[in-house]
């Protein structure tokens, strides 16, 4: 069992950066691979970006080059750093876990409860 907690949302203006958090407890958390979806009004929900405890990450091409993700397995939380935000970037963000990595939803069994971002123009 894992439970996430997001925090770190706000709001912000265009080219601005925020920094989310994501707190995880479980003893499992070091083994599942680690990823951020945002859910938009009127979209469907996407990922943003994924990683495994160690290795590289995997980003979506809309925010590729703009957002990190990281984690620190010590303090069982992982992060996303996002950069020259965009009004695009508005959304809910939510942290996942899934057994496996990719970009699919439906394979990650553990979600947060999300936090918001909104980036003005």
């Known amino acids: 069992q894992v439970q996430l907690v997001e925090s770190g949302g706000g709001l912000v203006q265009a080219g601005g950066s925020l920094r989310l958090s994501c707190a995880a407890s479980g003893r499992t958390f070091s083994s599942y691979y680690m990823g951020w979806f945002r859910h938009a009004p009127g979209k469907e929900r996407e990922f943003v970006a994924g990683r495994w405890r160690t290795g590289s990450a995997d980003y979506a091409n809309s925010v590729k080059g703009r957002f990190t993700i990281s984690r620190d397995n010590a303090k069982n939380t992982i992060y996303l750093q996002m950069n020259s935000l965009k009004p695009e970037d508005t959304a809910v963000y939510y942290c996942?876990?899934?057994?496996?990595?990719?970009?699919?939803?439906?394979?990650?069994?553990?979600w947060g409860q999300g936090t918001q971002v909104t980036v003005s123009s």
């Open positions: 996942a876990a899934s057994p496996v990595a990719g970009s699919r939803s439906s394979t990650y069994n553990y």
